[in-house]
C-alpha cells in the first residue's frame, strides 16, 4: 500500500468553489475508494511525518506554494499556464516575477508533474521548463451529482427561485480575461437570447481598478443592465445541476482552457455545448460540442441559432455528447494517478 500525503488546502481556501477545490475533494474521494493507497491530508508540510510520497494538487505561478526543498518524493498538479501566455491580462508585478523565478525552479526539482491535457503538457514544457518526460496529462471528470434529472417539480422550483427565463443560455465559471464574458453576452445580446452566468466570483464587485479584472470591469459597463443578462453568482452544486440540465446550451467559448471542465458538467446533463475551437476545448468536447472562433462574435451568434433554431442539431449534439462523457471518470483518473505514484516510487 502507498502511503500519499495530498496537501487538502485548496479546499480551505478561495479556491474551494472553484475548478482547483473540484479536483482536489473529487480526487480526494476516488482515491480514499482504493485498497492499493492510503491518504493523508495536510496543510502544512510539517504536519507529515510519514508518507512514501507527496502530492501538491495545486501550483500557483505566482505564489510560493512549492517548498524549495522535499523530504518524500514529491508529484505536483499544474492545470495551465494562461498567464504565461497572455501576460498583458494577467502581470505578475515585480514580486510575482521573482515568485515565478522560484516555483520554476522548485517544479524542475519535483519528481512528476500531473495536468489536465495533452495542449496543457505541451506548455508546462514550453513555459516551464520541465522535461516533457516527466509530465503526464490526466483528464478530469464531472462530479458524480452532474447528471440528468427528470423532475419536475424540483425544476420548476429551480425557475421560480431563480426567476429563470423560459430558454436561456447558461455560462458558468469565473470572471477571467480568458473566459471571454463580453464575446459570449455580446453574441446572446445580439441573438435576442437571455443568457444566465453562475459563479461565485460575479459577486465580487471589489478591486475592479486592478489589471486582471479590468475585462470583468468593461463587462459589468457594458452588460449589468441589460434585461437579456441575468447575473446570479454562487449556486450551490446541487441546485447547479438542475439550472444546467433546466438551459438550452452551455457556453464555453474561452479564449484559452487547461481543460474547460463544464464541457463535461453539462454533457452528462444532456445540454448542448458550445465551446472554442482553441487549446484543450476540442480535446476535451470530442464531437460533442459546437465549435467557434471565440475571437469572432459572429460565429458564437452562428452557434447559438443552429442550437435554438435546429432541433435536429441540437438533440444530435446531446446524443454525441452522452458518448463523449462516457470516456471520462474520476475512477480513471484516480486509476491514472496512482499510476504516476508507482513510477515515481519504483525509478
Known amino acids: 500500500m502507498i502511503k500519499v500525503a495530498i496537501n487538502s488546502l485548496p479546499l480551505k481556501s478561495g479556491h474551494k468553489t472553484r475548478g482547483i477545490g473540484t479536483y482536489t475533494r473529487?480526487?480526494?474521494?476516488?482515491?480514499?475508494?482504493?485498497?492499493?493507497?492510503?491518504?493523508?491530508?495536510?496543510?502544512?508540510?510539517?504536519?507529515?511525518?510519514?508518507?512514501?510520497?507527496?502530492?501538491f494538487p495545486f501550483f500557483d505561478l505566482f505564489q510560493r506554494t512549492l517548498p524549495p526543498k522535499r523530504k518524500f518524493p514529491t508529484v505536483v498538479t499544474v492545470y495551465d499556464t494562461t498567464p504565461l501566455l497572455f501576460p498583458e491580462h494577467y502581470p505578475p508585478g515585480f514580486r510575482g516575477k521573482v515568485n515565478l523565478f522560484f516555483q520554476k525552479k522548485a517544479l524542475r526539482g519535483v519528481d512528476a508533474v500531473i495536468t489536465v491535457s495533452d495542449v496543457s503538457k505541451g506548455d508546462i514544457s514550453k513555459y516551464l521548463g520541465v522535461n516533457t518526460g516527466k509530465i503526464y496529462p490526466i483528464h478530469l471528470a464531472p462530479a458524480d451529482h452532474f447528471k440528468v434529472l427528470n423532475d419536475k417539480k424540483l425544476l420548476n422550483g429551480l425557475k421560480k427561485k431563480y426567476r429563470l427565463p423560459e430558454n436561456f443560455a447558461l455560462y458558468m465559471g469565473s470572471v477571467n480575461w480568458n473566459k471571454n464574458l463580453i464575446n459570449l453576452a455580446q453574441a446572446c445580446v445580439e441573438e435576442g437570447i437571455d443568457?444566465?452566468?453562475?459563479?461565485?466570483?460575479?459577486?465580487?464587485?471589489?478591486?475592479?481598478?486592478?489589471?486582471?479584472?479590468?475585462?470583468?470591469r468593461e463587462f459589468l459597463q457594458k452588460f449589468s443592465d441589460d434585461p437579456k443578462v441575468h447575473i446570479l453568482g454562487f449556486i450551490p452544486g446541487e441546485e447547479l445541476v438542475g439550472i444546467v440540465n433546466l438551459a438550452n446550451v452551455t457556453l464555453l467559448p474561452s479564449f484559452y482552457e487547461g481543460f474547460g471542465l463544464p464541457i463535461l458538467e453539462s454533457q452528462i446533463c444532456g445540454t448542448p455545448v458550445i465551446t472554442s475551437n482553441a487549446s484543450s476545448m476540442p480535446e476535451v468536447a470530442g464531437e460533442g460540442a459546437l465549435l467557434v472562433n471565440p475571437y469572432e462574435v459572429?460565429?458564437?451568434?452562428s452557434a447559438l441559432r443552429k442550437i435554438f433554431d435546429e432541433r435536429d442539431a441540437s438533440s444530435s449534439l446531446v446524443k454525441k455528447g452522452f458518448e463523449n462523457v462516457?470516456?471520462?471518470?474520476?475512477e480513471k483518473t484516480a486509476e491514472q494517478t496512482v499510476d504516476v505514484y508507482k513510477r515515481v516510487l519504483n525509478k
Open 26 to 55: 473529487s480526487l480526494l474521494s476516488s482515491l480514499n475508494k482504493r485498497i492499493d493507497v492510503k491518504i493523508q491530508e495536510f496543510s502544512q508540510i510539517s504536519e507529515v511525518k510519514n508518507a512514501d510520497l507527496i502530492h
Open 298 to 301: 459572429g460565429s458564437i451568434r
Open 326 to 330: 462516457k470516456k471520462f471518470s474520476w
Open 195 to 216: 443568457l444566465v452566468l453562475a459563479g461565485k466570483d460575479f459577486e465580487d464587485r471589489s478591486k475592479l481598478d486592478h489589471p486582471e479584472r479590468k475585462n470583468y
